[in-house]
């Protein structure tokens, strides 16, 4: 069984940075595109950034230039490293990861609980 965690999150004042960690864990086979969505309160889950197992990444508008999303691969790991934080990114982040897990090897979509981002005025 696939397991997907994240953590990292907090809270900060505006203009600060915050570095998030989603690690993806179990009998994986290959852990193929991963991706950072938020909700904040009230508002539907959005995307803010998606990395290929090759490296190519995709943002958001509205955080292009102040994230930076990676991965290590050997780790099975993704980071999103937050830098001139407003409080508009208060929202609970979640990790997406398409795995291919044993026996199968069928690539399913997990997602983690989420971890919190506060950013105070």
């Known amino acids: 069984q696939v397991r997907v965690e994240e953590s990292g999150g907090g809270l900060v004042q505006a203009g600060g940075s915050l570095r998030l960690s989603c690690t993806a864990s179990?009998?994986?086979?290959?852990?193929?595109?991963m991706g950072w969505y938020r909700q904040a309160p009230g508002k539907q889950r959005e995307l803010v950034a998606t990395?290929?197992?090759?490296?190519?990444?995709n943002y958001a508008d509205s955080v292009k230039g102040r994230f930076t999303i990676s991965r290590d691969n050997a780790k099975n790991t993704m980071y999103l490293q937050m830098n001139s934080l407003n409080p508009e990114d208060t929202a609970l982040y979640h990790c997406?990861?398409?795995?291919?897990?044993?026996?199968?090897?069928?690539?399913?979509?997990?997602w983690g609980q989420g971890t919190q981002v506060t950013v105070s005025s």
């Open positions: 990395i290929t197992r090759g490296g190519v990444t």
């Open positions: 179990g009998r994986i086979f290959s852990c193929n595109a």
């Open positions: 997406n990861a398409r795995v291919r897990a044993y026996p199968d090897l069928v690539e399913y979509e997990h």
